[in-house]
């Protein structure tokens, strides 16, 4: 198993341009999420899936879109990316029962 | 929501020595509580979780105590080495497992 898997590992992007990161997980987990992680903050819970075709936001869901058609993918969407966007996202995944998260290797996104 | 406060934020131990990072948490509904260490530039990882049910847990040279009515946990390293310098992170899940709230990290550094 690949586990948790995320592209691109860094994105340079400018203000306004949309972009999508990937995410895909080959563990058959039901349960999956994005955070975000900055300088002193932690990370901090964007959006969650807890199945394909629902999702739900986290505590920082702004200037984010996600959606889940397969279980094995979930990418989030920046629609008009912000400096304030600026930030490492990790993805993450459940297994069904379980309690363990199982982190991606992260994105690395800079908006210029 | 759920808030998760982390302390300290930095710490300095010399090897061989004990090491505690303390956290409080706000929601009396969250039941799991992981700790994740990550090292620059990669994935957090989980290295020890609690259940609410649970007062203790330990694992080798790692330990987490839950105190549920003070809503404290804490991590407790003995025996330091030069390899758990890192950042560590404590968790506290809520939302039926759904939603992952962290503290803001511990940086500790082993020395020589």
């Known amino acids: 198993n690949a586990g948790v898997t995320q592209t691109p590992k860094f994105q340079v992007l400018k203000t306004g341009q949309s972009m999508t990161l990937q995410c895909a997980q080959d563990m058959n987990h039901e349960y999956m999420s994005w955070y975000r992680q900055d300088p002193g903050m932690g990370l901090r819970l964007i959006h969650y899936?807890?199945?394909?075709?629902?999702?739900d936001q986290g505590e920082v869901p702004n200037g984010y879109n996600v959606s889940r058609s397969t279980t094995e993918d979930f990418p989030l969407r920046l629609l008009s990316a912000a400096p304030s966007q600026t930030s490492v996202y990790f993805c993450a995944s459940r297994s069904p029962g379980g309690e363990t998260q199982y982190f991606g290797p992260g994105t690395r996104l800079l908006v210029l | 929501g759920e808030n998760v406060e982390q302390h300290p934020s930095t710490l300095s131990v010399q090897e061989g020595d004990s090491a505690v990072i303390k956290c409080t948490y706000s929601d009396s509904a969250s039941n799991y509580f992981p700790w994740y260490k990550q090292e620059l530039g990669k994935r957090p990882q989980l290295i020890i979780d609690i259940r609410s049910n649970v007062g203790e847990k330990k694992d080798q040279r790692i330990a987490v105590t839950l105190n549920k009515t003070a809503k404290h946990f804490s991590l407790h390293i003995t025996e330091t080495q030069p390899e758990d310098s890192a950042v560590y992170f404590c968790a506290a899940v809520t939302g039926g497992g759904n939603k992952l709230t962290f503290g803001t990290g511990t940086q500790l550094k082993v020395e020589l």
């Open positions: 899936s807890v199945g394909a075709g629902i999702t």
